[in-house]
Structures are given as structure tokens and as C-alpha cells.
């Protein structure tokens, strides 16, 4: 059965866990390891953002002249040329209007797709 971790602490007689035992909550570290494990998500979602950031100024720039199938293959190629994933199509959408200078028309269309989901639910 689940334990609170103080108790598993002062009663676990596992070999090499003496370190385990040693550790108390620590509010910045509420299980050992917690701030590493924090500080990696920290950098890929950075990495993350940044990359997605890049592939939008780089389709952005590309997209005076082009058509709007054109701007999502180009948007989609640059995603994916800095190992970013596809969002959906509603997102996909979104992102396109935003690249073409129409973030409200791109936010009303994520609006009425999750109204549409959640009515459906």
C-alpha cells in the first residue's frame, strides 16, 4: 500500500537506500532528483519553443507572394526540418493565420473547433 514518504523513509530497510532514507521534503525538491529532472524539461521546452520560434520568422519571411497551401508546406517543412512535431489541423490552421498577419482570425477558428469538440464530448 501507498505510504506517505516520511514514513517509507524512516521504515524501508532496503539494501543502498540509506541515501534515500537520508533526504527530507525539501520544498524546492519535493522528491530527490526533482530539480534536475526540472531543469532538463526546463531546456528541452526552451529548445522546444525556440525551434518553433525560428520555423515561424523563417516561414514568415518566405510567405509575401505565396499562397496559402504554399505557406502551410513551407510552415510544416521548417517544423519539421528542426525535428519539431506537426500540431493539429485546428492549431495547424491557427499558426498559418498568425504566419499571414490574421492571429484573430486564427484564434476564432481554435475557438469554434474546441467548441465544436467539447460539444461533441
Do not use: N
Not at 524501508?12 to 532538463?40: I, L, V, Y
Not at 505565396?66 to 513551407?74: A, H, V
Request: glycine share 6%.
Amino acid at each position: 500500500m501507498p505510504v506517505p514518504l516520511t514514513v517509507w523513509q524512516q521504515l524501508c530497510p532496503c539494501p543502498g537506500g540509506q541515501s534515500k532514507r537520508a533526504w527530507k521534503e525539501d520544498p524546492d525538491e519535493p522528491w530527490p532528483g526533482a530539480k534536475e529532472a526540472w531543469e532538463r524539461q526546463e531546456r528541452r521546452s526552451r529548445a522546444r519553443r525556440e525551434a518553433r520560434k525560428q520555423a515561424f520568422d523563417a516561414a514568415r519571411q518566405a510567405s509575401p507572394g505565396k499562397t496559402r497551401e504554399e505557406i502551410t508546406d513551407l510552415y510544416v517543412a521548417e517544423l519539421r526540418a528542426r525535428g519539431q512535431e506537426v500540431p493539429p489541423g485546428p492549431v495547424l490552421e491557427a499558426e498559418i493565420d498568425a504566419v499571414t498577419g490574421h492571429p484573430v482570425r486564427g484564434l476564432w477558428k481554435m475557438w469554434k473547433a474546441s467548441s465544436a469538440f467539447f460539444r461533441d464530448v
